[in-house]
C-alpha cells in the first residue's frame, strides 16, 4: 500500500515539475498597454501587435469587408474613466472591445461591449454600442509592427492612431472638461470660499485660459499673490493686467515676477516676463 502512495506521490510530482517547466519564447504578436491622460480622463488601450513579415496585410490577411479583432490574439480593449464623446455620440465610462471593418476607402470602427472574445471569433453586432465611418490614410513610411498611438492632444481631446503596413486610421476621442473644472471651482473656490494660494491661482489662471470672468480671475490671482507671492503667479497676475489695459500694473507685475524668478533660479520665467513688458511697450 505504501509503494502505491509513493508511485502515486511520485507521478503527481512528475506532472507537477512538467507543468511548471514551459519553454519561454518571444511572442509572435507581443502584447501592449498604452496610456494616455485626455483632458480629465484617463484612456488606456490593451492590445497585441502583430507585424507584418513580408506579408500582404490589409485586402490579403486582413480582408476587406470583414470584421477584424483590430490587432492579434485577444480583443483590442479601450478604457476610459470618464463618459467620452466619440464620433458625437456619449460612450459611458468603461471597457470596449475595438473591431474594425477595413475598406479600401473606408473604415467602419467598432466598440462592442463584450471584451472577452478571442479577436473576433464570437463576435455578435448585437453587442455594439457605436459603428462609426473613419478615413483611412496612405503611410509615407512602412509601418511594420501594427502600433495603436495618441495624436493630436488638446486640453479636451485626442486622436486614437492606428498604423500597420502602409495604411493609417485615426479616430477622435472627445471629453468633457469645462463642466468637471467648474464645478471644483464651485466646490472649493465659490462655495467653499478657500483662500489656499494654490487652488486660487488654478482656478484664476482656467479663467484666464478660457476667456471666462477676467475680472473674477484677477480677483482670485490678486488673492493668491497677496498669501503666498511666487514668480509664476506674479506672471499671470501681469498677464491678467494686461488683457484688463492695465499696462503699467502688468509691467510693474512683471518686475517683480522677474525677482522673484532670478532668486529662484528660473530663466524661463525671466524670459517669459522680459516678453511680456517688451509686448507692452
Avoid at 516676463?273 to 507692452?280: A, G, H, Q, V, Y
Wanted: overall charge negative; hydrophobic content about 40%.
Amino acid at each position: 500500500m505504501k509503494q502505491k502512495i509513493a508511485f502515486t506521490l511520485s507521478l503527481l510530482l512528475c506532472s507537477l515539475i512538467s507543468f511548471a517547466q514551459q519553454i519561454q519564447m518571444p511572442q509572435a504578436s507581443p502584447s501592449a498597454k498604452i496610456a494616455q491622460k485626455v483632458g480629465l480622463t484617463d484612456v488606456t488601450v490593451d492590445y497585441s501587435r502583430p507585424s507584418t513579415k513580408d506579408r500582404k496585410i490589409f485586402g490579403e490577411l486582413v480582408p476587406f469587408g470583414q470584421v477584424w479583432r483590430t490587432g492579434a490574439n485577444g480583443a483590442t480593449v479601450l478604457s476610459f474613466s470618464t463618459d467620452v464623446l466619440i464620433d458625437g455620440k456619449n460612450i459611458p465610462a468603461g471597457q470596449y472591445a475595438l473591431y474594425s471593418i477595413p475598406g479600401k476607402s473606408e473604415w467602419t470602427m467598432i466598440l462592442s461591449k463584450n471584451i472577452k472574445l478571442w479577436g473576433a471569433i464570437g463576435y455578435d453586432q448585437n453587442d455594439d454600442v457605436i459603428r462609426f465611418k473613419a478615413a483611412p490614410a496612405k503611410l509615407k513610411k512602412k509601418n511594420e509592427t501594427f502600433e495603436i498611438s495618441f495624436a493630436n492632444m488638446t486640453d479636451t481631446g485626442s486622436d486614437l492612431s492606428l498604423k500597420w503596413e502602409n495604411t493609417k486610421v485615426d479616430f477622435r476621442i472627445e471629453t468633457e472638461v469645462d463642466p468637471l473644472v467648474m464645478a471644483q471651482i464651485k466646490e472649493y473656490i465659490i462655495d467653499g470660499e478657500s483662500t489656499d494660494p494654490s487652488l486660487l491661482y488654478s482656478a484664476a489662471s482656467y479663467y484666464y485660459t478660457n476667456d471666462k470672468d477676467i475680472n473674477q480671475a484677477y480677483n482670485w490671482i490678486n488673492e493668491s499673490v497677496e498669501n503666498d507671492p511666487k514668480y509664476w503667479t506674479m506672471h499671470l497676475k501681469a498677464k491678467i493686467e494686461a488683457a484688463l489695459g492695465k499696462k503699467t500694473n502688468a509691467v510693474e507685475t512683471a518686475a517683480e515676477a522677474i525677482d522673484l524668478a532670478e532668486e529662484a533660479g528660473n530663466q524661463d520665467y525671466v524670459g517669459l516676463n522680459e516678453r511680456l513688458i517688451k509686448s507692452l511697450k
